[in-house]
C-alpha cells in the first residue's frame, strides 16, 4: 500500500510545533511526522491531533433520546465532526431502561457498521440524586442495583461510560460494573467530599462537567469538586462555555488537575450544526439563545457548544494556549476512556485522525482514519 500524507504550516507533535511539516500515513495509521521536504503546497494552518468527545447528546437537530437509532447516530456524528469532533461517545439522558437498552444496540450496530466516529456510548444516569438532578427528569432517575450490570455492560463493540451518583450505590455494585468493562463517572451528585474519595477508591474514576450538578469546593466542606482536585488518578469534563462555570472557577480547575486531568467536553444538545434553535426534552422546549440552552425556568438544558469553541476558549479566553487546550480536547479524553493507543496524537502507530485549524482556530479540514471527510 503506498503512503499518502497531509503537509501543513504546522503540526503540533508531542507538545511542540512543527513548522512546514508532514503526517505521512498508511492504511490509516501515521507512520512518520517529519519536517515535509516536499515540493507540493503545505495546507495554510496548524494540523492537530482529532478532537475526542466523551459527552454529545445531539447535534444537527437530531437529539440520541429521542431516536437511539444507527441514523440518529449518523447525523450528530456528522454534525460534530464540522467541529473537528473525530471521536465521540453519544449521550443518552437519564431515560427508562428499555431506551438505555435501545441505545447500546444502536451503538453497538453503528460500530459494526462503521459509522465514523463512534467509540462507543455514555450513560447520563438514570443512577443519579434528584438533589441534583439538574434538567434530568426525576421520574426516570432510580437506585443502582447489581440488577442493572448486565445491561449497563451489554455493549459488545467499544467502551462504556456510566455517570452514576457514587453516594446511591455501594462499593459491590461498582466492583462489578468495573469487572465488567464500565468506566465510571460521578455526576449529578450530592456525595461529601469523604464519600466521594471512597467512591474513588472503589474505582470511580472521573467527573461528569465538574462543578455543575454536584456539591460544590466550601472551606470545611470540600465536596466532589475538592475531592476531584485531591484525587491524582482521576480526570474531569469540563464545560468550557462561559455558562455553565464562570471562567475564574474553570481556570483554577485547569491550574490544579492540569490539561493531562481535564477534558474539554461540549454536553451538546441537537442545535449544534442545525438551524433550529428549539428542541424538545422530556416533553418541554429548550431554547438555545446566546450559546445558552436552557428551560423557561432558565435551568441549563445541556450545551450549544462544538468543540471548535471549547478549544478556543480555553486557548483564547483561558489563556492556556492552543497546545493545552488541544491535549485537554483530543489525548486526555483517549486516555480517559483507555484509547490512548489509537488516538490523541499525531504520532506513528497512532490512527490518522486529525483537524487543520486557522489562525482563528476555526476548522478548515477534518481527517479520519486518513481519509478527509471535511
Same mark, same amino acid.
Given at each position: 500500500?503506498?503512503?499518502?500524507?497531509?503537509?501543513?504550516?504546522?503540526?503540533?507533535?508531542?507538545?511542540?510545533?512543527?513548522?512546514?511539516?508532514?503526517?505521512?500515513?498508511?492504511?490509516?495509521?501515521?507512520?512518520?511526522?517529519?519536517?515535509?521536504?516536499?515540493?507540493?503546497?503545505?495546507?495554510?494552518?496548524?494540523?492537530?491531533?482529532?478532537?475526542?468527545?466523551?459527552?454529545?447528546?445531539?447535534?444537527?437537530?437530531?437529539?440520541?433520546?429521542?431516536?437511539?437509532?444507527?441514523?440518529?447516530?449518523?447525523?450528530?456524528?456528522?454534525?460534530?465532526?464540522?467541529?473537528?469532533?473525530?471521536?465521540?461517545?453519544?449521550?443518552?439522558?437519564?431515560?427508562?431502561?428499555?431506551?438505555?437498552?435501545?441505545?447500546?444496540?444502536?451503538?453497538?450496530?453503528?460500530?459494526?457498521?462503521?459509522?465514523?466516529?463512534?467509540?462507543?456510548?455514555?450513560?447520563?444516569?438514570?443512577?443519579?440524586?434528584?438533589?441534583?438532578?439538574?434538567?434530568?427528569?426525576?421520574?426516570?432517575?432510580?437506585?443502582?442495583?447489581?440488577?442493572?450490570?448486565?445491561?449497563?455492560?451489554?455493549?459488545?463493540?467499544?467502551?462504556?461510560?456510566?455517570?452514576?451518583?457514587?453516594?446511591?450505590?455501594?462499593?459491590?455494585?461498582?466492583?462489578?460494573?468495573?469487572?465488567?468493562?464500565?468506566?465510571?463517572?460521578?455526576?449529578?451528585?450530592?456525595?461529601?467530599?469523604?464519600?466521594?474519595?471512597?467512591?474513588?477508591?472503589?474505582?470511580?474514576?472521573?467527573?461528569?462537567?465538574?462543578?455543575?450538578?454536584?456539591?460544590?469546593?466550601?472551606?470545611?466542606?470540600?465536596?466532589? $469538586?475538592?475531592? /476531584?482536585?485531591?484525587? %491524582?488518578?482521576? @480526570?474531569? &469534563?469540563?464545560? !468550557? =462555555?462561559?455558562?455553565?462555570?464562570? #471562567?475564574?472557577?474553570?481556570?483554577?480547575?485547569?491550574?490544579?488537575?492540569?490539561?493531562?486531568?481535564?477534558?474539554?467536553?461540549?454536553?451538546?444538545?441537537?442545535?449544534?450544526?442545525?438551524?433550529?434553535?428549539?428542541?424538545?426534552?422530556?416533553?418541554?422546549?429548550?431554547?438555545?439563545?446566546?450559546?445558552?440552552?436552557?428551560?423557561?425556568?432558565?435551568?441549563?438544558?445541556?450545551?450549544?457548544?462544538?468543540?471548535?469553541?471549547?478549544?478556543?476558549?480555553?486557548?483564547?479566553?483561558?489563556?492556556?494556549?492552543?497546545?493545552?487546550? $488541544?491535549?485537554? /480536547?483530543?489525548?486526555? %479524553?483517549?486516555? @480517559?476512556? &483507555?484509547?490512548? !493507543? =489509537?488516538?490523541?496524537?499525531?504520532? #506513528?502507530?497512532?490512527?490518522?485522525?486529525?483537524?487543520?485549524?486557522?489562525?482563528?482556530?476555526?476548522?478548515?479540514?477534518?481527517?479520519?482514519?486518513?481519509?478527509?471527510?471535511?
Amino acid at each position: 500500500m503506498s503512503i499518502n500524507q497531509i503537509a501543513a504550516e504546522q503540526v503540533l507533535v508531542a507538545g511542540q510545533f512543527l513548522e512546514a511539516a508532514a503526517v505521512r500515513f498508511q492504511e490509516g495509521r501515521i507512520v512518520e511526522v517529519s519536517p515535509t521536504g516536499a515540493s507540493g503546497d503545505l495546507f495554510e494552518g496548524t494540523l492537530v491531533p482529532g478532537f475526542f468527545d466523551v459527552q454529545v447528546n445531539g447535534g444537527g437537530g437530531a437529539l440520541f433520546n429521542d431516536d437511539p437509532s444507527v441514523d440518529t447516530l449518523k447525523i450528530i456524528s456528522d454534525a460534530h465532526r464540522k467541529f473537528g469532533t473525530s471521536r465521540m461517545l453519544p449521550t443518552l439522558i437519564s431515560d427508562d431502561l428499555e431506551k438505555v437498552e435501545a441505545s447500546i444496540k444502536a451503538v453497538d450496530t453503528a460500530i459494526t457498521e462503521g459509522v465514523p466516529g463512534i467509540m462507543g456510548i455514555h450513560l447520563e444516569g438514570p443512577f443519579l440524586n434528584t438533589a441534583k438532578k439538574g434538567v434530568h427528569d426525576a421520574k426516570k432517575l432510580q437506585k443502582i442495583t447489581l440488577s442493572h450490570v448486565p445491561l449497563l455492560s451489554s455493549l459488545k463493540n467499544g467502551r462504556t461510560l456510566l455517570t452514576l451518583a457514587p453516594e446511591l450505590a455501594d462499593g459491590e455494585v461498582v466492583q462489578a460494573l468495573l469487572d465488567a468493562g464500565v468506566i465510571l463517572s460521578a455526576g449529578h451528585t450530592a456525595a461529601t467530599y469523604e464519600q466521594m474519595k471512597q467512591a474513588v477508591d472503589w474505582g470511580v474514576s472521573g467527573f461528569t462537567h465538574l462543578f455543575n450538578a454536584m456539591t460544590g469546593f466550601e472551606s470545611r466542606a470540600p465536596g466532589v $469538586v475538592g475531592a /476531584a482536585f485531591d484525587s %491524582p488518578d482521576t @480526570f474531569a &469534563g469540563v464545560i !468550557a =462555555d462561559g455558562h455553565h462555570v464562570h #471562567p475564574a472557577s474553570l481556570k483554577h480547575a485547569i491550574q490544579t488537575m492540569g490539561p493531562a486531568r481535564t477534558m474539554l467536553v461540549t454536553d451538546a444538545m441537537p442545535t449544534v450544526g442545525a438551524v433550529d434553535e428549539r428542541f424538545e426534552l422530556y416533553g418541554e422546549t429548550i431554547v438555545a439563545e446566546g450559546g445558552r440552552c436552557a428551560t423557561k425556568e432558565g435551568v441549563l438544558a445541556g450545551s450549544d457548544l462544538d468543540m471548535a469553541s471549547a478549544v478556543r476558549y480555553a486557548a483564547e479566553t483561558l489563556g492556556f494556549g492552543i497546545m493545552h487546550a $488541544v491535549e485537554m /480536547a483530543s489525548r486526555t %479524553p483517549a486516555r @480517559f476512556m &483507555g484509547f490512548d !493507543a =489509537d488516538f490523541g496524537t499525531l504520532a #506513528p502507530g497512532q490512527r490518522a485522525d486529525m483537524v487543520l485549524l486557522d489562525k482563528n482556530l476555526n476548522v478548515s479540514a477534518v481527517w479520519v482514519d486518513g481519509n478527509r471527510l471535511i
